[in-house]
């Protein structure tokens, strides 16, 4: 790839660029560097420039600079929502505490007594305390979720300080190539373009490079919502099985079926949260299954699981309500799968095709820039191929967000094959919702390419007109590269201050 192939890219032909630490420093330090080394250009100097080329675009198949802003950003939600959960579960420890004192209830417990031996006093209360027990079982209930859920979430929090200091050590990594790159370049071209040509090209490969930012933000959020609704949909049908066990269990054995219970509320727990997590991915969508209303709705059904374990009415009420849940959350799997198939997918490709076109053009145009160079000042030949060079990008998944739950292996989820598929389909795929809009998938991806369309013919046209006058073109596209450069740097500061 050229010199600035992703947002975080620093030109050297910019008027400032960024040192390793993060300080903006003057590119003129670079460049005087570059002059004292000007004219030593040999096949040397050629092949060191190629091995840059892959050794940057390896770096930047994984992205880290958009991920390393994602987790940042999702590192601040998480800090709020620890507080909120922690708040949360403190609160209902104030509340379990108050029913374990209620003697009117349980009569006078010690403090000795085991919490589990108070639910169990709760679940033996007579008929004629049923509203009372139902409403202090749901509490204690409440209580197991949410430190189950702020364990979650301070595992999550743990998880993404680490994720952070390895992409902030990949940035930093795929940084020093760019000044690597950046140092040689300029060595070569004393810090003006070799031609028109390698102006259009690498103006190309900013748009296409831009564009393809959007897709891969776009890809990384709806394939890591498919992920979590995929584990969801798992979840839901394991809590349908271990509930649908109970009936068959004898009440006497109160134990066996609290143990049966307590699997089925944990899956549904877990499940409520990654819908939940994929709906914050997808914070601009809104589901056409398992909508926020819908998550409510299981959850407080959950809370009640224990009471609603004690009755057959209950017990097919509460069923009801899973196996709803469930279709609706396969369903809401199988609209997320046709987005990420028939969409992003598809554009992803289409955009990697088109930065790998761009960036084998400019690297071609350079090297022939480069051996020309090179033959005027050593009166020598240099036989260099330019090789290809692997330029697609993509983002891996991160599944230290989903809510696990014991015997389904994140590592299987998101995979699904054609013969998943044809089982998953609860809804035929002409009665499904239909799929979001392109803005809400892309943002506004659509605005970029028309604007790419029009800055590339007018980049075009101005080629056209001024081929009689070469160098005075040159050095006004050089002008406005610095431009570009310099707002996109500011952009990009203005982003990272932001979000520290």
Known sequence: MGCKQSKDNKWAYSNQTLARNGQVKPVAEVRGMARQSEGSIDAQTI?????????????????PALLLQQKRDQKAHLEERLKLQKRNYEALQEQTDLLRHNEALLGILGEQVLEAEVKQKLLELGEDQQEEKREAVATFNNKEIAKAELENLEEQFSAIDTDILGLEDESKQLQSLYSRQDELLGRIFGGDYGSAAENQY???LDQHEEMRNRILEANFKWKQAQMMVDYAYKQLNEAVKQWSLLPNIDASKLEERYGIACIARNNLVASAQNIQGAQRY???????????GEVATLNKATAYIFTDMQTSS????????????????GALLQWINQVVTNTIAKDLDDINKKVKSSSMALRQERVTLIKAKAKE????DIDIKVADINTDANVQLNINDLARTEGIDPNLLATLNAMDLQALRSISDEDLAPPPSQEDIFGQADALKDQYKEENNKIIRQFEENQARVQDSLQQKLAMRRQRRARKQMDEQEREAYLE
């Open 282 to 292: 997808l914070s601009n969508v809104q589901f056409p299954y398992c909508a926020p």
């Open 377 to 380: 000042l050593t009166g020598e």
């Open 314 to 329: 209950r017990h097919q009420h509460a069923l009801d309500c899973y196996s709803t849940t469930a279709k609706r959350c």
């Open 202 to 204: 690498e103006h190309e």
């Open 47 to 63: 092949e060191e420039y190629l091995e840059l080329e892959k050794k940057i675009a390896f770096a930047e198949q994984t992205s």
